[in-house]
Antibody
Framework: AVQLVESGGGLVQPKESLKISCAASGFTFSNAAMYWVRQAPGKGLEWVARIRTKPNNYATYYADSVKGRFTISRDDSKSMVYLQMDNLKTEDTAMYYC???????????WGQGVMVTVSS | DIQMTQSPASLSASLEEIVTITCKASQGIDDYLSWYQQKPGKSPQLLIYDATSLADGVPSRFSGSRSGTQYSLKISRPQVDDSGIYYCLQSYSTTWTFGGGTKLELK
Protein backbone atom coordinates (compact mmCIF):
# COMPACT_ATOMS: atom_id res chain seq x y z
CA ALA A 1 0.00 0.00 0.00
CA VAL A 2 1.09 3.54 -0.71
CA GLN A 3 2.40 5.38 2.32
CA LEU A 4 3.42 9.02 2.60
CA VAL A 5 4.74 10.08 5.99
CA GLU A 6 5.53 13.72 6.64
CA SER A 7 7.86 14.91 9.37
CA GLY A 8 9.77 17.94 10.57
CA GLY A 9 6.96 20.32 11.43
CA GLY A 10 6.86 22.52 14.49
CA LEU A 11 6.77 26.02 15.89
CA VAL A 12 9.11 28.64 14.43
CA GLN A 13 9.35 32.40 14.58
CA PRO A 14 8.73 34.71 11.64
CA LYS A 15 11.66 35.02 9.24
CA GLU A 16 13.07 31.69 10.40
CA SER A 17 13.54 28.59 8.24
CA LEU A 18 12.20 25.05 8.45
CA LYS A 19 12.58 21.96 6.30
CA ILE A 20 9.83 19.37 6.21
CA SER A 21 10.20 15.90 4.75
CA CYS A 22 8.02 13.19 3.28
CA ALA A 23 9.00 9.53 3.19
CA ALA A 24 7.28 7.55 0.44
CA SER A 25 6.77 3.82 0.04
CA GLY A 26 4.55 1.34 -1.74
CA PHE A 27 5.03 2.68 -5.26
CA THR A 28 7.81 3.46 -7.76
CA PHE A 29 8.78 6.82 -6.33
CA SER A 30 11.07 7.82 -9.19
CA ASN A 31 8.14 7.60 -11.64
CA ALA A 32 5.84 9.90 -9.67
CA ALA A 33 5.56 13.67 -9.61
CA MET A 34 5.34 14.89 -6.02
CA TYR A 35 3.43 17.78 -4.54
CA TRP A 36 2.96 19.79 -1.38
CA VAL A 37 -0.49 21.14 -0.49
CA ARG A 38 -1.27 23.16 2.65
CA GLN A 39 -4.33 24.03 4.66
CA ALA A 40 -4.41 26.89 7.13
CA PRO A 41 -6.53 26.26 10.24
CA GLY A 42 -10.21 26.37 9.31
CA LYS A 43 -9.44 27.24 5.69
CA GLY A 44 -9.43 25.51 2.31
CA LEU A 45 -6.72 23.68 0.43
CA GLU A 46 -3.87 25.61 -1.21
CA TRP A 47 -1.46 24.05 -3.69
CA VAL A 48 2.11 25.01 -2.71
CA ALA A 49 4.68 23.32 -4.95
CA ARG A 50 5.36 20.41 -7.27
CA ILE A 51 8.37 18.59 -8.64
CA ARG A 52 8.39 16.44 -11.72
CA THR A 53 10.43 13.32 -12.46
CA LYS A 54 13.94 12.86 -13.81
CA PRO A 55 12.81 12.50 -17.48
CA ASN A 56 11.18 15.92 -16.97
CA ASN A 57 14.40 17.34 -15.56
CA TYR A 58 12.99 17.50 -12.04
CA ALA A 59 11.16 20.69 -13.05
CA THR A 60 9.70 22.61 -10.12
CA TYR A 61 6.75 24.99 -9.84
CA TYR A 62 5.52 27.14 -6.97
CA ALA A 63 2.47 29.08 -5.88
CA ASP A 64 3.00 32.83 -6.09
CA SER A 65 2.55 33.05 -2.31
CA VAL A 66 5.71 31.01 -1.67
CA LYS A 67 7.83 31.63 -4.76
CA GLY A 68 11.35 32.74 -3.83
CA ARG A 69 10.95 31.53 -0.23
CA PHE A 70 10.18 27.80 -0.56
CA THR A 71 12.17 25.12 -2.38
CA ILE A 72 10.88 21.65 -3.20
CA SER A 73 13.37 18.86 -3.82
CA ARG A 74 13.46 15.10 -4.02
CA ASP A 75 15.90 12.25 -3.49
CA ASP A 76 14.84 9.30 -5.63
CA SER A 77 17.47 7.05 -4.01
CA LYS A 78 15.75 7.54 -0.65
CA SER A 79 12.15 7.95 -1.87
CA MET A 80 12.00 11.28 -0.12
CA VAL A 81 10.59 14.67 -0.99
CA TYR A 82 11.38 17.85 0.92
CA LEU A 83 10.12 21.37 1.32
CA GLN A 84 12.66 23.94 2.47
CA MET A 85 10.81 26.95 3.82
CA ASP A 86 12.76 30.18 4.32
CA ASN A 87 11.73 33.61 5.56
CA LEU A 88 8.58 32.13 7.05
CA LYS A 89 5.57 34.34 7.64
CA THR A 90 2.67 33.97 10.05
CA GLU A 91 0.41 33.29 7.05
CA ASP A 92 2.44 30.15 6.30
CA THR A 93 0.93 28.55 9.40
CA ALA A 94 -0.84 25.46 8.09
CA MET A 95 -1.04 21.71 7.88
CA TYR A 96 1.28 20.66 5.06
CA TYR A 97 0.33 17.57 3.06
CA CYS A 98 2.66 15.57 0.85
CA UNK A 99 0.90 14.05 -2.16
CA UNK A 100 1.96 11.75 -4.96
CA UNK A 101 1.00 12.02 -8.59
CA UNK A 102 -1.28 9.28 -9.84
CA UNK A 103 -3.73 8.72 -12.72
CA UNK A 104 -1.44 10.67 -15.02
CA UNK A 105 -0.33 13.26 -12.50
CA UNK A 106 -3.20 14.03 -10.16
CA UNK A 107 -2.62 14.11 -6.37
CA UNK A 108 -3.94 10.59 -5.82
CA UNK A 109 -2.32 9.62 -2.52
CA TRP A 110 -1.91 11.88 0.48
CA GLY A 111 0.04 11.79 3.69
CA GLN A 112 -1.50 12.52 7.07
CA GLY A 113 0.04 16.00 7.11
CA VAL A 114 2.52 17.86 9.30
CA MET A 115 1.71 21.06 11.17
CA VAL A 116 3.86 24.15 10.75
CA THR A 117 3.18 27.08 13.05
CA VAL A 118 4.84 30.43 12.51
CA SER A 119 4.44 32.70 15.50
CA SER A 120 6.44 35.01 17.68
CA ASP B 1 -3.40 32.70 -12.89
CA ILE B 2 -6.46 30.53 -13.43
CA GLN B 3 -9.22 31.09 -10.89
CA MET B 4 -11.63 28.34 -9.85
CA THR B 5 -14.95 29.65 -8.56
CA GLN B 6 -16.69 26.91 -6.60
CA SER B 7 -20.33 26.95 -5.57
CA PRO B 8 -22.22 26.67 -3.38
CA ALA B 9 -20.03 27.29 -0.35
CA SER B 10 -22.29 25.04 1.68
CA LEU B 11 -25.42 22.98 1.23
CA SER B 12 -27.68 20.71 3.17
CA ALA B 13 -29.29 17.85 1.28
CA SER B 14 -31.48 14.86 1.96
CA LEU B 15 -30.53 11.29 1.16
CA GLU B 16 -33.01 11.18 -1.74
CA GLU B 17 -31.65 14.23 -3.53
CA ILE B 18 -29.11 14.58 -6.29
CA VAL B 19 -26.31 16.82 -5.04
CA THR B 20 -24.48 19.01 -7.55
CA ILE B 21 -21.35 21.06 -6.86
CA THR B 22 -19.84 23.25 -9.54
CA CYS B 23 -16.48 24.84 -10.31
CA LYS B 24 -16.16 27.47 -13.00
CA ALA B 25 -12.72 28.04 -14.46
CA SER B 26 -11.66 31.54 -15.47
CA GLN B 27 -10.36 30.11 -18.73
CA GLY B 28 -10.22 26.78 -20.54
CA ILE B 29 -8.44 24.00 -18.64
CA ASP B 30 -8.80 21.14 -21.11
CA ASP B 31 -10.43 18.86 -18.52
CA TYR B 32 -7.39 18.93 -16.21
CA LEU B 33 -9.81 18.94 -13.33
CA SER B 34 -10.08 16.73 -10.28
CA TRP B 35 -12.41 16.53 -7.28
CA TYR B 36 -11.54 15.74 -3.67
CA GLN B 37 -13.47 14.91 -0.54
CA GLN B 38 -12.15 15.87 2.87
CA LYS B 39 -13.63 14.76 6.17
CA PRO B 40 -12.88 16.52 9.47
CA GLY B 41 -9.36 15.88 10.68
CA LYS B 42 -8.53 13.76 7.65
CA SER B 43 -6.48 14.12 4.49
CA PRO B 44 -8.28 14.80 1.21
CA GLN B 45 -9.27 11.86 -0.97
CA LEU B 46 -9.29 11.89 -4.77
CA LEU B 47 -12.74 11.17 -6.23
CA ILE B 48 -12.65 12.22 -9.88
CA TYR B 49 -9.81 12.97 -12.28
CA ASP B 50 -9.72 14.15 -15.91
CA ALA B 51 -13.05 15.82 -15.10
CA THR B 52 -15.10 12.63 -15.55
CA SER B 53 -13.04 9.56 -14.56
CA LEU B 54 -13.76 7.82 -11.28
CA ALA B 55 -10.77 7.03 -9.05
CA ASP B 56 -10.35 3.45 -7.87
CA GLY B 57 -12.66 2.46 -5.04
CA VAL B 58 -14.90 5.52 -5.36
CA PRO B 59 -18.61 4.62 -5.38
CA SER B 60 -20.42 4.98 -8.69
CA ARG B 61 -22.89 7.45 -7.18
CA PHE B 62 -20.16 10.05 -7.72
CA SER B 63 -19.78 11.43 -11.23
CA GLY B 64 -18.16 14.38 -12.99
CA SER B 65 -19.14 16.40 -16.03
CA ARG B 66 -18.32 19.56 -17.92
CA SER B 67 -20.25 22.26 -19.74
CA GLY B 68 -18.00 24.86 -21.28
CA THR B 69 -15.61 25.97 -18.54
CA GLN B 70 -17.96 24.86 -15.77
CA TYR B 71 -17.26 21.54 -14.14
CA SER B 72 -19.70 19.66 -11.93
CA LEU B 73 -19.53 16.93 -9.34
CA LYS B 74 -22.78 15.03 -8.89
CA ILE B 75 -23.66 12.69 -6.06
CA SER B 76 -26.70 10.57 -6.81
CA ARG B 77 -28.63 9.32 -3.78
CA PRO B 78 -25.91 10.42 -1.32
CA GLN B 79 -25.16 8.49 1.81
CA VAL B 80 -24.65 9.99 5.27
CA ASP B 81 -20.96 9.10 4.94
CA ASP B 82 -20.69 11.55 2.02
CA SER B 83 -20.79 14.50 4.40
CA GLY B 84 -17.64 16.57 4.27
CA ILE B 85 -15.96 19.30 2.28
CA TYR B 86 -15.45 18.96 -1.46
CA TYR B 87 -12.80 20.72 -3.51
CA CYS B 88 -12.02 20.99 -7.18
CA LEU B 89 -8.46 21.39 -8.46
CA GLN B 90 -7.29 22.62 -11.86
CA SER B 91 -3.92 21.24 -12.95
CA TYR B 92 -3.87 22.68 -16.46
CA SER B 93 -1.50 25.58 -15.86
CA THR B 94 2.01 25.46 -14.41
CA THR B 95 0.56 26.77 -11.15
CA TRP B 96 -2.42 24.87 -9.83
CA THR B 97 -5.55 26.21 -8.14
CA PHE B 98 -8.11 24.72 -5.80
CA GLY B 99 -11.67 25.89 -5.61
CA GLY B 100 -12.81 27.42 -2.35
CA GLY B 101 -14.59 24.28 -1.17
CA THR B 102 -18.18 23.18 -0.60
CA LYS B 103 -19.33 21.94 2.79
CA LEU B 104 -21.94 19.23 2.35
CA GLU B 105 -24.25 18.26 5.17
CA LEU B 106 -26.62 15.36 4.72
CA LYS B 107 -29.83 15.16 6.72
Amino acid sequence: AVQLVESGGGLVQPKESLKISCAASGFTFSNAAMYWVRQAPGKGLEWVARIRTKPNNYATYYADSVKGRFTISRDDSKSMVYLQMDNLKTEDTAMYYCTAGDYGGYPGDWGQGVMVTVSS
Amino acid sequence: DIQMTQSPASLSASLEEIVTITCKASQGIDDYLSWYQQKPGKSPQLLIYDATSLADGVPSRFSGSRSGTQYSLKISRPQVDDSGIYYCLQSYSTTWTFGGGTKLELK
